[in-house]
């Protein structure tokens, strides 16, 4: 019922910005919880960071402080603003949507909708 498509991944160096979008299309109401998740290679995915339809929001404490969470609801919109950014930042990025309370909200498999992710590469 929920599309999610991610845009926004590049290449950049370390201490860089980059901004990530999450176009959410479909059933949208029933987007509770929105996250953004990464993967590297060879690596579990991880919770980024994640906020509900209060705009609570919880993060990684890797990326605490770097990184901020954030919606457009008029716009159905999600974003993600990366700054400060190192090279074990470099993975996949993920767009992830629950229509309920997501607990714990950094487990994958506890949200039902996912877009097709964004590449990140940061270079040292």
């Known amino acids: 019922q929920v599309q999610l498509v991610e845009s926004g991944g590049g290449s950049v160096q370390a201490g860089g910005s980059l901004r990530l979008s999450c176009a959410a299309s479909?059933?949208?109401?029933?987007?509770?919880?929105m996250a953004w998740f990464r993967q590297a290679p060879g690596k579990e995915r991880e919770g980024v960071a994640s906020i509900d339809i209060s705009g609570s929001t919880r993060y990684a404490e890797s990326v605490r402080g770097r990184f901020t969470i954030s919606k457009d609801n008029a716009e159905n919109t999600l974003y993600l603003q990366m700054s400060s950014l190192k090279p074990v930042d470099t993975a996949t990025y993920y767009c992830?949507?629950?229509?309920?309370?997501?607990?714990?909200?950094?487990?994958?498999?506890?949200?039902?909708?996912w877009g097709q992710g964004t590449q990140v590469t940061v270079s040292s």
């Open positions: 992830a949507a629950n229509g309920g309370w997501v607990v714990p909200w950094d487990w994958a498999d506890n949200y039902r909708s």
């Open positions: 479909g059933y949208t109401d029933s987007n509770y919880c």
